[in-house]
């Protein structure tokens, strides 16, 4: 069976599998998918009406989504097997990732082991925006200093700033580096400035909103995200100058009041990571929505 590598001409054909249902978790979104070409050979097929979209690496072939279609049926994930079979020589990486939770009993049902991988923080746009309570106190303190001690520009991206975007996120990723030289989160930093690279290299062509503070001459933070639903907007990058108080809150808040349309914010997940997982529940999500992989039982 021949698997198509991913390009931006089909982006329609994504989203028209993308759209037939709405999705909570970030990863239904074409541009959460394409950025990562870099990274990982991404290559689709459409199986029994089902989008079907591979990603590999040097360790195996894995599916990053579960087929998507309309008409769910064992075909398509018996045959999604077969193709990761023929890749894998150690079938245990042959799996299906980031299944949503009210699509578990099916995969269940076709004797597949489901465990959670992660989950993706949604919280309420207006509890970003108001900032209101005790529980948001430092959180509004934050963001007050920021405004009172600082002479800056809250401005749309534009591809002028890409290179500064690109020196502003070595020197933030230098910073979180030193602060914590776990592995595995140094290797994320890495996969994410190569991510970075290809969302600002097709930034016109994908569907992505960008936002920039600038103080004085200096572009000291930037954020990206796109629309993952009618209801809910993804954060999928932010990045701000560490040694300026309050301005990671600031062009947070600041984004999060203009997606006025949306009522949730996707913040994504914590990666694992429990530094992550502190920072996101501090904005108290409303709901923690789950992740799930599937794969074949042991014999």
Same mark, same amino acid.
């Given at each position: 069976?021949?698997?198509?590598?991913?390009?931006?001409?089909?982006?329609?054909?994504?989203?028209?599998?993308?759209?037939?249902?709405?999705?909570?978790?970030?990863?239904?979104?074409? =541009?959460? /998918?394409?950025?990562?070409?870099? *990274?990982?050979?991404?290559?689709?097929?459409?199986?029994? $009406?089902? #989008? %079907?979209?591979?990603?590999?690496?040097?360790?195996?072939?894995?599916?990053?989504?579960?087929?998507?279609?309309?008409?769910?049926?064992?075909?398509?994930?018996?045959?999604?097997?077969?193709?990761?079979?023929?890749?894998?020589?150690?079938?245990?990486?042959?799996?299906?990732?980031?299944?949503?939770? =009210?699509? /578990?009993?099916?995969?269940?049902? *076709?004797?597949?082991?489901?465990?959670?991988?992660?989950? $993706?923080? #949604? %919280?309420?746009?207006?509890?970003?925006?108001?900032?209101?309570?005790?529980?948001?106190?430092?959180?509004?303190?934050?963001?007050?200093?920021?405004?009172?001690?600082?002479?800056?520009?809250?401005?749309?991206?534009?591809?002028?700033?890409?290179?500064?975007?690109?020196?502003?996120?070595?020197?933030?990723?230098?910073?979180?580096?030193?602060?914590?030289?776990?592995?595995?989160?140094?290797?994320?930093?890495? $996969?994410?400035?190569?991510?970075?690279?290809?969302?600002?290299?097709?930034?016109?062509?994908?569907?992505?909103?960008?936002?920039?503070?600038?103080?004085?001459?200096?572009?000291?933070?930037?954020?990206?995200?796109?629309?993952?639903?009618?209801?809910?907007?993804?954060?999928?990058?932010?990045?701000?100058?560490?040694?300026?108080?309050?301005?990671?809150?600031?062009?947070?808040?600041?984004?999060?009041?203009?997606?006025?349309?949306?009522?949730?914010?996707?913040?994504?997940?914590?990666?694992?990571?429990?530094?992550?997982?502190?920072?996101?529940?501090?904005?108290?999500?409303?709901?923690?929505?789950?992740?799930?992989?599937?794969?074949?039982?042991?014999?």
């Amino acid at each position: 069976m021949r698997l198509t590598k991913i390009s931006l001409k089909d982006k329609r054909l994504f989203n028209r599998f993308l759209g037939a249902s709405s999705r909570g978790l970030a990863v239904y979104a074409f =541009e959460n /998918i394409f950025i990562w070409k870099e *990274l990982f050979d991404i290559r689709w097929v459409v199986i029994e $009406d089902s #989008l %079907c979209v591979f990603f590999r690496d040097k360790i195996g072939c894995f599916l990053y989504l579960p087929p998507l279609g309309s008409n769910k049926g064992p075909g398509a994930v018996e045959e999604v097997f077969k193709i990761m079979d023929s890749f894998n020589r150690n079938k245990e990486i042959s799996r299906i990732e980031n299944i949503e939770e =009210e699509d /578990i009993s099916f995969y269940q049902g *076709l004797g597949l082991d489901c465990r959670i991988k992660s989950y $993706d923080y #949604l %919280c309420g746009r207006e509890d970003l925006t108001d900032l209101g309570g005790n529980r948001f106190k430092s959180k509004r303190s934050s963001f007050n200093y920021f405004i009172k001690h600082n002479k800056f520009e809250y401005l749309p991206f534009s591809l002028r700033h890409k290179e500064d975007c690109f020196k502003l996120y070595d020197c933030w990723r230098g910073k979180r580096k030193a602060n914590n030289p776990d592995p595995l989160s140094c290797g994320m930093l890495d $996969d994410a400035a190569i991510c970075l690279a290809a969302l600002l290299k097709n930034y016109r062509k994908l569907d992505i909103t960008g936002r920039l503070v600038k103080i004085g001459q200096n572009l000291k933070a930037f954020t990206f995200g796109y629309e993952l639903n009618p209801d809910t907007f993804c954060v999928l990058y932010e990045v701000a100058d560490l040694s300026v108080k309050g301005l990671a809150q600031f062009i947070f808040r600041s984004f999060c009041q203009e997606l006025k349309d949306y009522k949730y914010i996707n913040i994504m997940d914590d990666s694992g990571l429990e530094n992550l997982k502190k920072v996101k529940l501090s904005y108290h999500p409303v709901k923690l929505v789950p992740a799930y992989i599937a794969k074949k039982k042991d014999e």
